[in-house]
T-cell receptor, first 116, second 110 residues
Framework: GAVVSQHPSWVICKSGTSVKIECRSL??????MFWYRQFPKQSLMLMATSNEGSKATYEQGVEKDKFLINHASLTLSTLTVTSAHPEDSSFYIC????????????FGPGTRLTVL | QKEVEQDPGPLSVPEGAIVSLNCTYSNSAFQYFMWYRQYSRKGPELLMYTYSSGNKEDGRFTAQVDKSSKYISLFIRDSQPSDSATYLCAMSQGAQKLVFGQGTRLTINP
């Protein structure tokens, strides 16, 4: 069935560097993808909606200059955490709407970011 | 007040027990209701999907939605140790944006 992949699954970086996370829909096209952030033992918080061919839509309180989103193609969205700091350490998960038309989504396996 | 409330648990039950998980919500515009299962350090996996009120059954899982009470439930029959995970309820108004509950950590003890 349809699958969403993420790369890398785990990344450690130094404070001040930038990290790019990729989200791919493997056998279906996704004009929209979503990026979530999840802290330990907490729920998923929607960060932004990634739109192919146009700017991403950010949720209130999410810094768009900090979290750069690019939806380069119908199967790829990227999230770049710029000038990362330890407080950016988290589990980042992307999702894409199911092609079936039902209003639900396939989720990627997540990327664990640790900023030292 | 959060849009979606879910008891984070943890909830621990013996193998074979019936598990009841639930969420309440405040936004009457929600029309789509989902339950996701999330294992540690993995992405959520869709378990059940329901549109509007009613019941839906899939194997050992039953989802119930009561829009009049703004209350949804997930029942797991004959629970297995492999069911141990965090269960997240999620809802949407139909614009694809999901609002999640906090998640309930469930442990099934052999």
């Amino acid at each position: 069935g349809a699958v969403v992949s993420q790369h890398p699954s785990w990344v450690i970086c130094k404070s001040g560097t930038s990290v790019k996370i990729e989200c791919r829909s493997l056998d279906f096209q996704a004009t929209t993808m979503f990026w979530y952030r999840q802290f330990p033992k907490q729920s998923l918080m929607l960060m932004a909606t990634s739109n192919e061919g146009s700017k991403a839509t950010y949720e209130q309180g999410v810094e768009k200059d900090k979290f750069l989103i690019n939806h380069a193609s119908l199967t790829l969205s990227t999230l770049t955490v710029t000038s990362a700091h330890p407080e950016d350490s988290s589990f980042y998960i992307c999702s894409a709407p199911r092609p079936s038309g039902k209003d639900t989504q396939y989720f990627g396996p997540g990327t664990r970011l640790t900023v030292l | 007040q959060k849009e979606v409330e879910q008891d984070p648990g943890p909830l621990s039950v013996p193998e074979g027990a019936i598990v009841s998980l639930n969420c309440t919500y405040s936004n009457s515009a929600f029309q789509y209701f989902m339950w996701y299962r999330q294992y540690s350090r993995k992405g959520p996996e869709l378990l059940m999907y329901t549109y509007s009120s009613g019941n839906k059954e899939d194997g050992r899982f039953t989802a119930q939605v009561d829009k009049s009470s703004k209350y949804i439930s997930l029942f797991i029959r004959d629970s297995q140790p492999s069911d141990s995970a965090t269960y997240l309820c999620a809802m949407s108004q139909g614009a694809q944006k999901l609002v999640f509950g906090q998640g309930t950590r469930l442990t099934i003890n052999p």
